[in-house]
């Protein structure tokens, strides 16, 4: 592994996590491997929060006051849990283990996300995806669905978004997308044809995986340049490992990106932040959340500039 993460034998990139509070210094700690200094996005895959399994008693859960978003859509995806989901289209629907939820807020939408009273341990992943420019003032929009499991080799997946493995998912995005969590029996080794238009990203969970022969540890994400027609997994555990798999053609379009807006200039998020502080018509009202909403941190004393990506390798 050179100073970059990379291995220089399979070429995989390593990323490392960081930690990061969840909606203000008093919530629930996340892992943050998307975005970072060595790599902003994944396909149009722009951010990826990990967590638990957290303890509800002693984390406190989730909660999340009323907060914004533009120029992308969440993706919730848990692995042990119940959430409860409110935004300001008007929809108030529950995120389970197995199960996708999909809020799509272009030009504007905010919502919550509190942990439900008979959830004892909290644990999974909050994804973000960019919206390209064609489409980043789309109009609000929820969905949901419940892949079923398919066994291939030593594993099972659940394809929430895209296809693989014959497995194909009926959610709608705006640009080609993979999502897929992978469940890998122990000491198994599974290979998975993927598109080599697609550059990919395994975030692992559980257990020790090796990507393409590049080990992974929990937290961490592997990342695989496009140009490979297969992937190859392998627990190197005595146990079950479980993993999410990312993917997606390189998003050629440069970003701006502060707190939960994306945009393409400093104006952009600006405006946006704007339009939150003075509850402007734009980002709607979230109905049955008992408390206040978040207020938008102060910019920064500079011009906020585009995100660049490092060129595939």
Known sequence: MDHTGIDAETGIEVLTARDVPLGGPRAMTVRRTLPQ?????????CFADHYGPDRVAESGGMDVAPHPHTGLQTVSWLFGGEIEHRDSAGTHAFVRPGEINLM???HGISHTEVSTPGTTVLHGVQLWVALPGEHRHAP?????????????????????????????????TFTPLLGAEVLIDADATVTLDVDPGFEHGLL??????RLEGTPLRPAELGYAAPGRTTLTLTNASGRPARAVLLGGPPFEEEIVMWWNFIGRSHQDIVEAREDWE????????????????LPAPALPNAVLTPRKNPSPR
Do not use: C, K, N
């Open 278 to 293: 003075r509850a402007s018509g734009r980002f709607g009202t979230v109905e049955g959340y008992p408390g206040e909403r």
């Open 104 to 106: 799509t807020g272009g």
């Open 37 to 45: 200094r060595a790599r902003t996005l994944i396909g149009a895959w």
């Open 204 to 209: 692992v969970d559980e257990g020790d995986i």
């Open 140 to 172: 609000s929009e929820f969905q949901h669905h419940a892949p079923a499991p398919l066994r291939v080799d030593g594993a099972e997946l659940r394809v929430f978004l895209g296809t693989l493995a014959g497995g194909a998912s009926p959610v709608r």
